[in-house]
């Protein structure tokens, strides 16, 4: 069975400071890989995908992801962060063809939070 | 560019009653996308649909379904509604089935 898990449900970490959203995924198919940002009443914010080419992709606000295939991983980390990137992050896994058709799975999220 | 609109923002409801969700998608994107995120659930797949037709459909029960119209909207329906389909409904579009999904703020649904 296909699905995605985000390991860490709560992130604390304080202004400034590096940090990684890990996100683990199972797939026996080909997939796509995205990190999206979620503020309080909105929707969600592409922050970055993988498609194919280079494992790291570098997306907004000084995101950046790296697909390890062997590892079925793709986490998300930022060198520095901010106040303004306490919000609520979602790995995202599209697995392509096979019986069941494209199929979508987000992971169940990432509260980060920065702390002053 | 105007982003996915959905429509209305809030919908409360009773068990038993129907509800019906509106998207619009972000121009020149022919496929939509149903979720519904529920607390503490993450997003699950409701619905795809791509050029009218309903491509795929996650594990739901067929009282959610849906359609979409020739100017690629699209509307979600919930019959019979229950107290656990209480959740924030959010819909995507793209311009391609595996091109990054743009989402729109959600309709919140209550279910009195």
């Known amino acids: 069975a296909q699905s995605v898990t985000q390991l860490d449900s709560q992130v604390p970490v304080f202004e400034e400071a590096p940090v990684e959203l890990r996100c683990n995924y199972s797939s026996s198919v080909s997939v796509y890989l995205f990190w999206y940002v979620q503020y309080p009443n909105q929707g969600l914010q592409l922050l970055l995908k993988?498609?194919?080419?280079?494992?790291l992709v570098k997306g907004i606000n000084g995101f950046e992801a790296e697909f390890n295939k062997s590892q079925t991983s793709f986490h998300l980390r930022k060198p520095s962060v901010h106040i303004s990137d306490t919000a609520e992050y979602f790995c995202a896994v599209i697995t392509l063809g096979g019986n069941t058709g494209n199929q979508f799975y987000f992971g169940t999220g990432t509260s980060l939070t920065v702390i002053p | 560019e105007a982003g996915v609109t959905q429509s209305p923002t809030h919908l409360i409801k009773t068990r038993g009653q129907h509800a019906t969700l509106r998207c619009s998608p972000i121009s020149g994107h022919t496929s939509v996308y149903w979720y519904q995120q529920a607390l503490g659930l993450g997003l699950q797949f409701l619905l795809w649909?791509?050029?009218?037709?309903?491509?795929n459909r996650g594990n739901f029960p067929p009282r959610f379904s849906g359609r979409q119209f020739p100017n690629y909207s699209s509307e979600l329906n919930v019959n019979a509604l229950e107290l656990e389909d209480s959740a924030l409904y959010l819909c995507a579009s793209s311009q391609g089935a595996v091109q990054p999904q743009h989402f729109g703020d959600g309709t919140r649904l209550s279910i009195l």
């Open positions: 993988y498609l194919s080419g280079s494992t």
């Open positions: 649909y791509d050029e009218g037709e309903e491509r």
